[in-house]
């Protein structure tokens, strides 16, 4: 099966298939204490600074969440887009084990600094403070924001006090979109802590949490552990890590992934009936389409509703995608639309 449903529904790319080959050999320490994650924490260090603090998990959920457990208290805020990952499929997991959300509205997925005012204001005892801002890079509707539109809010945040963390489950696919490094998209944009994203972009499984202010990240590995992330065979996740940082395989897999959903979205456009709802940033394309021709072409290539009411649907390209399969798509979309 081959479908548009999400960039998790790939496979594992073959280089990270064969780090973890690699990293199988003889016996090492546990935890986190071997040389792979050395070498893993090496290369995040190159990417980023080498003042940082990178810790590994095994999921996304957990990524986002001990991020934002690690900076704020029971009795403060995380403010979200309404939209986000934190808010919509975390299960509660946020304000469950770390602190409130504020979820706000976004504008073509984004947060702007004028949106976040309102939540500054009559901060006594009876109201949770604000303390962080997190945003999704890539956006849930694909989207990118620009190195200056990340700029500001951080600028915002440091202005109230506040931490800016980045949900990077697509950092990759934004930093290719941009054409710039991960670092002038984060550090150099005055982020404060990264959830860097590997399952969506090619890896079976881990995430790492990157503290840009090291200082930040003194407690995490109690959090880590206490929340069960803790991985015993830590290499088998920083050897992932080693493949996509080496040669810069992150770029050339969220590259191409963008460049396929480019390529979809051109296909399909001026199909009758069928509507591209937001810019093709990355590697995700939003189209509203007549709701009878949903199912028809879901038979052949899943995908997901984002919008079930206006039948607005999510087409997710992947590190995999091939140019076949637009083409196919794109022709199935146009035959089916054409006949309703």
Request: with cysteine; net charge neutral; glycine share 4%.
């Amino acid at each position: 099966m081959k479908s548009f449903a999400s960039d998790n529904y790939a496979g594992v790319h073959p280089a990270v298939l064969d780090a973890i080959g690699k990293a199988n050999v003889a016996h090492a320490r546990a935890y986190g204490y071997d040389e792979v994650t050395a070498e893993a924490e090496a290369l995040f260090k190159r990417e980023f600074d080498a003042s940082i603090a990178v810790h590994f998990v095994l999921i996304g959920t957990a990524a986002n969440v001990l991020s934002i457990k690690t900076l704020a208290t029971s009795y403060e805020a995380a403010i979200v887009s309404q939209d986000s990952h934190l808010n919509n499929d975390e299960c509660g997991a946020p304000e469950h084990l770390a602190c409130k959300l504020r979820p706000i509205p976004p504008t073509h997925g984004k947060l702007r600094p004028q949106d976040l005012e309102p939540c500054f204001i009559n901060l006594d005892e009876h109201r949770v403070r604000p303390k962080v801002i997190s945003i999704s890079q890539s956006t849930e509707w694909g989207t990118v924001y620009s190195i200056a539109e990340t700029r500001a809010l951080a600028d915002f945040a440091h202005k109230h006090g506040c931490y800016l963390h980045v949900d990077g489950a697509r950092i990759a696919n934004a930093a290719a979109s941009l054409n710039v490094s991960l670092r002038q998209l984060t550090v150099d944009a005055g982020v404060d802590v990264l959830s860097f994203g590997g399952t969506k972009n090619g890896m079976m499984c881990g995430e790492a949490v990157v503290f840009f202010d090291g200082a930040l990240a003194k407690d995490f590995k109690y959090i880590r552990k206490q929340n069960m992330q803790l991985a015993s065979k830590m290499r088998f996740i920083s050897a992932q890590f080693v493949a996509m940082l080496t040669n810069e395989l992150w770029r050339k897999n969220a590259a191409h992934a963008n460049a396929m959903a480019k390529m979809l979205a051109e296909s399909i456009r001026g199909v009758a009936r069928v509507k591209i709802i937001e810019s093709v940033d990355a590697n995700a394309l939003f189209v509203q389409l007549p709701p009878e021709c949903v199912e028809p072409l879901r038979e052949r290539f899943p995908f997901y509703l984002w919008k079930e009411r206006e039948s607005i649907a999510r087409w997710m390209t992947a590190f995999d995608t091939t140019p076949e399969e637009i083409r196919e798509f794109a022709a199935l979309v146009a035959k089916i639309c054409a006949a309703k």
